[in-house]
C-alpha cells in the first residue's frame, strides 16, 4: 500500500525540482525526505528516483505515480469535503491566505459574518503576495486563498488547484499633481522615475510588462509592496506608478489617478476536491457578499 503523505512528497519534487525545495516548502529536512521518498519506492516495489551526484530527477516510473497523485489528492479531498457536510456545525480552522489591498478592504467585513454565522470556525489569516498561493495551498498550509491576475501578467492555469472569479478592477496610472495630471498614456512617462513592488511580485511583474508593451523598461527608483505606501511615495514627487482599485480606497492629497487598458482579476483558489468543502464554501460565500456590495463603487465589477 502506497503512503500517501510519501506520495505528496514524490508530486512536490516533480513540480519543484529539488529535495531542497521539497524541504523547504513542506517543513521537512533534507535528509527526511529522502528517507521518505526511499520508502516510498520500496512500497512501490520499482525505482521512482535517479540520482546523480546530489542531483534528482524521477524515473518514468516515477512520472508516471506523480502524475496519478494529482487525482489521488483530488479524491481524498472530495472525501474530506463530504464528511464535513455531514456534521451539524462547522468547528475547526479555516486557514485562509490573502494579498494585502484585499486585507484591508474586502476581507473584514467578511470575516465578521463568517464568524458571525459560523462560531465554531477558528478563522486564520496569512497576507501573502499571489506568487505564494499555489505553493501553499498544495502544501497545505493553506485551506482557500485570495489571489488575482493582471492583464500583463496572466496567471498559468495550475492543475492542483479549483480557482473561481471574484472581482475584476481597473488600473490606473497614479501621478502627482492637479487633477488630470496623469492624463496621458503609459508611454508618456517613460522617461519618469517608477515605484514598483518587489521583484518576486506579480505587481512588479505587471509594471515591467506594461511599460514593455508601451516600447520601453521603466526606471525603477523605489520598491514598495503596500499601496499606501507607494501613493504616498507619488505623492512626494518621487515617481509614478499603476495601482489597481482597491490599492486607491484612500487616495492622498496631490495624486492624479487615470485609467488604463488594463484590469485585475481577483479569484478565489483552493486545493481541488476542496471547493465543495462546508467552510471554503462558507467562505466564499462570505466574501462574494462583500464583492457585491463593492460593485457599487466606480472601477470594480463583481464577477461569478
Known amino acids: 500500500m502506497i503512503d500517501v503523505r510519501r506520495l505528496r512528497l514524490l508530486f512536490e519534487l516533480s513540480r519543484r525540482g529539488t529535495i531542497t525545495a521539497v524541504a523547504d516548502a513542506l517543513a521537512y529536512t533534507p535528509s527526511a525526505v529522502s528517507q521518505q521518498l526511499a520508502a516510498l519506492e520500496r512500497e512501490a516495489g520499482v525505482p521512482l528516483l535517479e540520482r546523480s551526484g546530489r542531483r534528482v530527477a524521477l524515473t518514468p516510473a516515477g512520472a508516471v505515480l506523480a502524475r496519478y497523485a494529482e487525482s489521488v489528492f483530488a479524491v481524498l479531498e472530495e472525501a474530506s469535503a463530504a464528511l464535513a457536510a455531514t456534521r451539524s456545525r462547522l468547528t475547526g480552522p479555516l486557514r485562509i491566505g490573502v494579498f494585502p489591498s484585499a486585507a484591508r478592504t474586502i476581507l473584514p467585513p467578511a470575516l465578521v459574518a463568517l464568524g458571525s454565522e459560523h462560531p465554531g470556525l477558528e478563522l486564520m489569516v496569512t497576507e501573502l503576495d499571489p506568487f505564494a498561493v499555489p505553493g501553499a495551498l498544495r502544501a497545505g498550509t493553506l485551506d482557500v486563498a485570495l489571489t488575482f491576475a493582471y492583464d500583463y501578467g496572466p496567471a498559468e492555469p495550475d492543475p492542483a488547484l479549483d480557482t473561481e472569479p471574484l472581482l475584476e478592477e481597473s488600473i490606473y496610472l497614479a501621478a502627482a499633481g492637479p487633477s488630470g495630471a496623469a492624463e496621458s498614456g503609459i508611454g508618456d512617462w517613460r522617461e519618469a522615475a517608477w515605484i514598483a513592488g518587489s521583484p518576486d511580485t506579480l505587481c512588479h511583474t505587471m509594471i515591467i510588462r ?95
Do not use: N
Open 210 to 304: 506594461a511599460c514593455q508593451a508601451c516600447g520601453f523598461t521603466p526606471r525603477i527608483r523605489h520598491y514598495a509592496d503596500d499601496f499606501a505606501t507607494v501613493l504616498a511615495l507619488v505623492a512626494a514627487g518621487q515617481g509614478v506608478s499603476l495601482i489597481p482599485r482597491l490599492g486607491v480606497i484612500k487616495t492622498p492629497p496631490g495624486v492624479s489617478l487615470t485609467p488604463v487598458a488594463a484590469r485585475r482579476r481577483t479569484g478565489i483558489a483552493c486545493r481541488k476536491g476542496t471547493s465543495g468543502h462546508p467552510a471554503v464554501a462558507a467562505f466564499s460565500g462570505a466574501i462574494r457578499e462583500q464583492s457585491r456590495l463593492l460593485g457599487a463603487v466606480d472601477g470594480m465589477t463583481p464577477v461569478g
